[in-house]
């Protein structure tokens, strides 16, 4: 029989299409902790208040859901904000910090580590790569205009960038002595490491990886399908945790190049003195020890 003690579900409630609702209820009855996990933003309000509405959300958020565990903190943002929740609802919401991500061991040595690659190197990462073409375009031609810019960069496409754009830019990095690019590394984190500072997207793995290894960075979010990235970004900035660069559209060289330079007298993240902000991990397995020694006590 299908009998958990806790079930902890992924950002949507009731699941993509409403699958999860029955199962939720059958759990529900037999006494199953239910937790819902957030990421620390979802979008902006006007866009999520139908969202949720037209998924039914709010009521399951209410009769089904014990907890919500918020993988953020509330000083950067509030994922629920500007949505009418009820206060019973808002009293099941703990915020666990981030998730703190460590290099993992590997036996093999890290790309970032063997000759070739200029040192000390900016990495330059865009994630999946799906819809990172912008923020690579905008980095070449920051080293294209500017020969002699530093440091140097390492740039990562991501395994889903269209090969025919990949192709493109490896033609225009082969005529860069500065720069230097590859698909995709298993192991980003060791990357990440020796990098000098980092040019990213504003998603929450990479967001988390930046904190969790203490690197400046030049964060450019995107603002499509969701505003996500942009909102965590622009609260980050305001705390001074990463430099915010804003995509305006026209994506002028001299605006990259003058990131890149400031970029190694940027501050640390460390500097910015955040209680629990990298907590999430001890803060979940503290939570769910809690769930389990209340069902041992009640067997017993």
């Known amino acids: 029989m299908f009998d958990p003690d806790i079930m902890i579900v992924d950002k949507e409630p009731l699941g ?3 699958e999860v609702h029955e199962t939720l209820t059958m759990l529900k ?13 979802l979008d ?3 866009l999520l208040k139908p969202e949720w509405k037209r998924k039914n959300v709010l009521p399951a958020l209410r009769d089904l859901y014990d ?5 953020g903190l509330p000083q950067i943002c509030n994922p629920m904000e500007g949505i009418c929740v009820p206060p019973a609802v808002r009293d099941k919401v703990h915020y666990t910090g981030y998730l703190r991500r460590h290099v993992p061991r590997d036996d093999r040595v ?6 070739g690659y200029p040192r000390p190197y900016i ?56 720069v230097e690019a590859i698909t995709f590394d298993s192991v980003i984190e060791g990357l990440i490491k020796d990098a000098e500072g980092v040019i990213c997207m504003g998603g929450y793995n990479t967001f988390c990886e930046i904190l969790s290894l203490d690197k400046r960075a030049i964060v450019v979010p995107r603002t499509r399908p969701r505003m996500e990235q942009y909102i965590r970004t622009s609260r980050a900035d305001e705390l001074g945790l990463v ?42 397995n503290r ?11 009640a067997l017993a």
């Open 16 to 18: 993509l299409r409403g």
């Open 29 to 41: 009855e037999r006494g199953t902790r239910l937790v819902l996990g957030l990421r620390d933003v």
């Open 44 to 46: 902006e309000p006007r």
């Open 67 to 71: 907890e919500i565990w918020v993988y």
């Open 110 to 115: 890290s790309t970032g580590t063997l000759p």
């Open 123 to 178: 990495l330059v990462t865009t994630g999946g790569g799906g819809d990172g073409e912008e923020l690579i375009d905008w980095v070449v031609r920051a080293y294209e205009d500017f020969p002699d810019l530093t440091p140097g960069a390492l740039l990562v496409f991501g395994p889903f960038m269209p090969h025919k754009k990949r192709g493109e830019f490896l033609q225009r990095v082969a005529k860069l002595p500065r």
């Open 243 to 284: 430099r915010m660069l804003e995509d305006d559209g026209w994506r002028d060289s001299d605006t990259m190049a003058a990131a890149v330079r400031d970029l190694p007298r940027q501050g640390l993240p460390s500097s910015v003195r955040i209680p629990g902000l990298l907590d999430g991990i001890d803060t979940i």
């Open 287 to 297: 939570l769910t020890g809690d769930v389990l020694d209340q069902k041992s006590v």
